[in-house]
């Protein structure tokens, strides 16, 4: 396998920006290169350094004048519910029963698992995404087709069958025992092999019964190296089922803490309407808050508050939350975000928003060592984004003289349509589009 050079305006990140100057957080090579070999990345800097490192066997791959950046990365988001995005006029238990538990039931049937998940992961990499961490459905048939298309496209994906034995219909109930014995097999199955990464999912405290809990807290006992995943102050009556159905808990966040659930591999969606004891809670287990600002202006859920968590010392990170997550693209996901926080009062610069894309949500997997950077060792997940693709951004273009303006063009006009090109370890991989668009 020969090497690769790829050329472009190189951006990577190798700390949290502490400001809108704050240059010394990444590093921006103007005419730069990445050198990649069996899949990772050997060298990246100015691309007069790394062509001479590169030699003269070596092909190139030059995306000038565009951006060069690692690979997108979601980290929350539902596989099952691919093609029940924008199902209209509820907020979430009503949709999730009007919508979502009859879509998810689908999944019991292998092929119709298999298609999806083929069309799942061709939304991911169109939209530059090539990490993600995904919840199937109850049926471990999901649960193979999501890992086998990764595995098939080489991605570095997390994921795992949702536990749910009550408040849910029949056709999408499992029970303690076996939510455990299937989520067990799974992990021998998935876990570990290759690039793949197992997320235990009790879904939420209102689907799972205390028993279920056990259950879980034994599959994270017995398997510390995977990722735990589940939902957590979505929406107020949520909040108010999920108390009254674990009465003995101080709060909504207590319920997933007395089953030993809470850890730096826990990643809970939404987090919106928590008390200051949550939030600190929270940041002692080291427990990742995942903000879905898409998915919670759609179901009319809430308001993220950022500075909360960053005043507690609390981890947090971001996600699309498809299908009640109105787009796959991280672009679009953090447009949406700068505009809560704007609400709140709180600003998200564009080399933030970058940041939190790549190297922040990596940190938020422990994965950093991986993915979310270009540094030499990296797996080569890479993105090259076109800041002038759609005619208004290319106009809007002529008069930006910054990276920072560009950056945030991207951000606030971007979608698919910007990805250029996506590698995969190394492999280009941007899908062939399903159907034309001006």
């Known amino acids: 396998m020969s090497d690769l050079l790829i ?34 990345v050997v060298d990246t800097g100015d691309y007069a350094a790394i062509s001479k490192l590169a030699g003269t066997d070596v092909e190139v791959a030059d995306h000038r004048p565009n951006l060069v950046l690692p690979g997108l990365i979601d980290t929350h988001l539902h596989f099952p519910q691919t093609q029940a995005i924008a199902s209209y006029g509820a907020q979430l238990l009503e949709w999730l029963n009007t919508y979502i538990f009859v879509e998810e039931q689908k999944f019991a049937d292998a092929v119709h698992a298999a298609a999806v998940a083929d ?22 048939e999901s649960v193979d087709a999501y890992f086998t298309a990764a595995e098939a496209r080489g991605m570095r994906m997390v994921g795992g069958k949702v536990m749910m034995d009550r408040n849910a219909p029949d056709a999408l109930r499992d029970t303690p025992q076996k939510g455990y014995d299937e989520t067990k097999a799974l992990i021998e199955k998935w876990h570990g092999r290759g690039r793949a990464h197992y997320a235990i999912s009790p879904r939420f405290a209102i689907t799972s019964t205390p028993e279920q809990m056990e259950m879980s807290q034994a599959l994270v006992a017995e398997n510390p190296t995977c990722y735990v995943q589940t939902h957590l102050s979505e929406n107020h009556d ?32 939404h987090c919106i309407h928590l008390s200051d004891r949550e939030v600190g809670v929270l940041a002692e287990t080291g427990s990742v808050a995942v903000f879905c600002p898409t998915s919670n202006l759609f179901l009319g ?24 997550g ?55 997940d890479i993105v090259v984004l076109d800041s002038s693709a759609k005619p208004a951004m290319e106009y809007r273009m002529r008069t930006a003289k910054s990276l920072l303006e560009e950056l945030f063009v991207l951000q606030t006009m971007g979608d698919d349509r910007c990805v250029a090109e996506v590698y995969v370890a190394g492999k280009p991989m941007k899908p062939k589009a399903h159907g034309a668009r001006g």
């Open 7 to 40: 050329r472009g305006r190189v951006l990577t990140f190798i700390a949290e920006p502490q400001g809108i100057d704050d240059t010394a957080a990444y590093r921006y090579h103007e005419d730069g290169a990445v050198l990649v070999r069996d899949g990772k």
């Open 119 to 140: 069309r799942f992961y061709d939304e991911l990499l169109s939209n530059g995404t090539t990490t993600a961490v995904a919840y199937c459905s109850v049926h471990p």
């Open 238 to 269: 949520e909040i108010a089922f999920a108390t009254s159905l674990y009465p003995e808990a101080k709060d909504y966040t207590d319920i997933y803490a007395r089953y030993g659930l809470l850890n730096e591999r826990m990643l809970l969606g």
């Open 301 to 324: 859920s809430g308001l993220f508050d950022r500075d909360r968590f960053d005043k507690a010392g609390a981890r947090w990170s971001v996600a699309t939350d498809v299908g009640a």
């Open 326 to 380: 109105t787009s796959f693209s991280m672009l679009e996901t953090m447009d949406e975000a700068y505009k809560v926080l704007h609400l709140r009062g709180q600003k998200l610069t564009p080399f933030n928003s970058f940041y939190r894309m790549t190297l922040g949500n990596a940190r938020a997997l422990g994965l950093e060592k991986h993915i979310g950077s270009l540094h030499a060792g990296a797996d080569a």
